[in-house]
């Protein structure tokens, strides 16, 4: 039924589009009336297909990562998209309310924006009255009154809440490469910045006579100046911060060769002495190795934590694929040796992949380098070598995400990394430096 509407309501733009619309205040009206029925039908559909994560099954690790990727909004869009649906699943009064036509789109959207999260549960208890307080409001108006709500609302919180409410700093980057900070900071949290920023703070150089030399900054410039000033400060002075300048969290597992083996293969979906002899065929492994891996497939593949917790084989191939890796010999409960720690991917290395790469590669996923672990494509406990035309960027979510059974990834000599999933779909991710140079090439 619905794909027979959608063609129809696909025919019907097109003649309109035939058509054209007229220069017309009514008909426009009227047309972005419409527009505004089908976004919060969209959108209800939008709340169901979260509330169930059906964003999963399409490779993504978010609904926000959903709607970047498959509808190609940009982050902020799809944000403040995904945060919609978030809120509107809290109020299905509001909800129906848009779908039937009684709030518009920007009355729902100044709800989202004015109510605070704190206030959330408590707005849902109101909503239906409020919904027929702001229905015959303009957007303006709708604001007012939400925000009388909202002053409402505080005078009930005692002193804790206002308290405990959360600090926030957010950074965003423009087109142009240029970021923009803002955000809110406790009393105490903001004098420690304005501290700080007097300590790094370089006044303007001076003449003999006290006079400025050259152009005089602007505060904002000078706190700007001092903001950096203060982070470059940090980084070069943190003990440990190394090469990569990136600190992972250190995880120790307990855990036999034999196990460590079987938790790669079981995590790549290989489970039958048919698979293993496939694999080596693939892999080009010897006899031995062979042997070592179908003697594998009798383990689990589990391993436990210094803290006792146990783990299956599909976290332990992720733990294992970016991670420093120590030989411990025993006899018995006796240590007999010590080996020395061994990373798997250089600093140098990870370097080589953030340069290729710019962010995770997963197909339509931009998380920035630091968030990202180094992916061996082929697990280096199979034979993998660790080579930079091996490895790619992963976020932590896609990284867990694909270190799961059924999932195979392929990275060709141009870089271009194809990740194949159980559910049948194949995708694709170019780096970005080959995705501007064919840019280039499409409208040159």
């Not at 039958?272 to 006899?287: F, I, L, M, P, Y």
Request: hydrophobic share 45%.
């Amino acid at each position: 039924m619905f794909e027979t509407l959608a063609d129809e309501l696909g025919g019907i733009v097109e003649r309109i589009a035939a058509a054209g619309v007229p220069a017309a205040g009514p008909a426009m009206v009227r047309l972005r009336a419409t527009i505004d029925r089908l976004e919060a039908l969209v959108c209800e559909a939008q709340v169901r297909f979260d509330v169930h994560e059906l964003w999963r099954d399409e490779g993504a690790g978010s609904l926000r990562g959903w709607l970047a990727d498959a509808c190609a909004l940009s982050r902020k869009d799809a944000s403040a998209a995904a945060r919609r649906s978030e809120r509107l699943e809290s109020w299905p009064e509001v909800a129906s309310a848009w779908c039937t036509g009684r709030l518009t789109g920007p009355q729902v959207d100044a709800m989202v924006t004015v109510i605070p999260t704190r206030f959330v549960a408590r707005f849902a208890e109101h909503a239906a009255r409020v919904v027929e307080v702001v229905a015959p409001l303009d957007v303006t108006a709708t604001e007012v009154a939400l925000r009388q709500w909202v002053r409402c609302a505080e005078a009930e919180d005692g002193a804790e809440h206002f308290a405990e409410r959360p600090s926030g700093v957010f950074v965003s980057s423009y087109f142009d490469g240029r970021m923009a900070i803002s955000g809110e900071l406790s009393p105490v949290e903001g004098a420690i910045v304005e501290a700080a920023l007097r300590v790094f703070d370089v006044p303007d150089p001076v003449d003999e006579h006290g006079d400025v030399v050259g152009p005089r900054r602007s505060m904002a410039t000078r706190n700007a100046d001092a903001l950096v000033a203060m982070a470059k400060f940090a980084l070069d002075s943190r003990d440990g911060a190394g090469e990569s300048g990136r600190f992972v969290p250190h995880v120790s597992l307990v855990i036999d060769v034999a196990e460590l083996r079987a938790a790669a293969l079981r995590g790549a979906g290989v489970g039958t002495v048919a698979d293993v002899r496939a694999r080596a065929v693939e892999r080009g492994w010897s006899v031995v190795e062979t042997a070592w891996f179908s003697e594998a497939l009798a383990h689990h593949g589990e391993a436990v934590t210094t803290e006792g917790q146990v783990l299956d084989p599909a976290a332990i191939s992720a733990l294992t694929c970016d991670s420093v890796v120590q030989r411990v010999m025993m006899s018995g409960s006796r240590v007999l040796d010590l080996g020395r720690e061994v990373r798997t991917a250089r600093h140098w290395q990870r370097r080589a992949v953030i340069a290729r790469d710019r962010h995770c590669r997963a197909p339509g996923c931009r998380v920035r380098p630091r968030f990202c672990d180094v992916h061996h494509v082929d697990h280096w406990i199979e034979g993998g070598r660790t080579d930079v035309d091996r490895m790619v960027l992963l976020c932590g979510t896609h990284h867990r995400e694909f270190h799961k059974d059924g999932y195979r990834m392929e990275l060709d000599d141009d870089a271009v990394f194809t990740v194949r999933s159980p559910r049948g779909w194949s995708r694709s991710s170019v780096p970005e430096r080959a995705e501007q140079v064919r840019f280039v090439r499409s409208v040159t």
